[in-house]
């Protein structure tokens, strides 16, 4: 009866999640897909343009995984007045980093372009993306965080209809700018897809203002509570591990993006194409790790450790049968993936190899997510991820990358498969790690004589 209560929990979990998850990939890559409609080139540097808001989403990953795993633990205790602290914290440290990424790619487009290629057509598109752009990130921070909470309070719906509302009104201005007004215009249609994010952005943070007024978490003064030191001291300990490997594992992608990028022009685009068609397939995956972190977070909050060790287990198997179901339908798509993208000769040959690497690597990828980014991050094990890609990324990937393609030249698809190996590495480990059960920690303590 435990495992069906479980089952039922976390179906009201994840498909939500799974969702919105499904729909912050598209938010970030239907630009670079709409735009291939123009040519290849706008599709390619708004592609790379679009590893800097990558970045910055990893640091919001980081705060909102610690901003999620204190409050599925303080909602396992009903502790509302704890969770709207965190919830403060978090909104004053993604406000820092917000404004930082504003500030770099509002003035230095052109600089940080070149860090991704030498192509001069692709440094001009994407530095007029960039500039536009990073007008977004001034509140995107805060929408993340206040969606991470009401997600670890297991209201993931509603974060997914404000999503779901903002990607279509993100797609019809879209439409709008590259086939009404700018047909063929490159330079206007990307400024004008740029403007389009950011207003989806706006009215996403309105959203989210208006359904705090009717919800048990406001939106406060940020620094308000910055002087809770304990709290201050848990969300610290617990967030910059996570941080931190959200930090060294993307940085690692973006690097590889870069690889990638002075490769040749073809092999950007394909790889552009491929990371788009992965990362919609495994949303399931990442819903899995995401709904059950926020239950397992939950029992160990309230004291359920075998509860929480039986839904590890669970989860496990679940993250195994959807990785399989990930690659699968990767698989199925790849012939309207063809139908749907405009690519040259050589470029649709590298797509068709990167789609099958893809495919395999779902498995692994489903498994870490899970283990490693849901369940030992529920349970206060977050150093594990940090130490684990710092070895295998730096460590291990990127040497290998840059050796393959500058020093031993082998061929693009070989160079893929190379930087691609990470989650093949990480998996083994991460069950080695699960069995230890030093994930099971109650991370939560009495501040209310504080």
Known sequence: ????????????????????????????????????????????????????????????MGLAAGVGILTAQYWGKKDLMTIERVFSIGCTMSIIISAIFFGISLLMPNQLMRFFTTDVELIQYGSSFLRVISFSYLISGISQMYFSVIRSMENARVSAWISSMCLILNILLNVISIFILYPGNSEKAI???????????????????????????????????????????????????????????????????????????DMVAANSVASVVKNLVIVLCGGIASGGSVLVGKYLGNGEIEMAKRAGKILNVYAILFGIVAGITLLLLKPIVFLLVNLDEQAQIYLSGMLLVCAYCCIPKSINSTTIGGIFVAGGDSRFGFWCDTI??????????????????????????????????????????????????????DLSME
Not at 208 to 221: A, D, P, V
Not at 401 to 418: E, K, N, Q
């Open 1 to 60: 009866m435990r495992d069906k209560y479980f089952n039922r929990q976390l179906l009201n979990l994840v498909i939500p999640i799974a969702l919105q998850n499904l729909i912050s990939s598209l938010a970030v890559t239907i630009d670079i897909f709409m735009l291939g409609f123009i040519n290849q080139s706008t599709m390619s540097a708004v592609s790379l343009a679009g590893q800097i808001t990558f970045v910055l989403t990893l640091f919001y």
């Open 191 to 265: 400024v004008a897809v740029a403007f389009s994010t950011v207003l989806a952005r706006i009215v996403e943070f309105g959203c989210c203002i208006i359904h705090s007024i009717k919800s048990n978490i406001k939106f406060r003064l940020p620094l308000r509570d910055m002087v809770q030191r304990n709290l201050i001291k848990d969300f610290l300990r617990y967030t910059l591990p996570v941080q931190g490997n959200y930090i060294v594992w993307g940085c690692a992608l973006t690097v590889t993006s870069a690889i990638i990028g002075h490769v040749n022009a």
């Open 392 to 445: 295998v990324m730096w460590g291990i990937i990127l040497p290998l990358g840059y050796m393959s393609a500058f020093v031993w030249h082998l061929s693009p698809l070989t160079i893929f498969i190379i930087i691609n190996l990470d989650e093949v590495i990480k998996a083994p480990i991460a069950f080695m790690r699960y069995f230890k059960y030093k994930w099971l920690n109650n991370i939560t303590r």
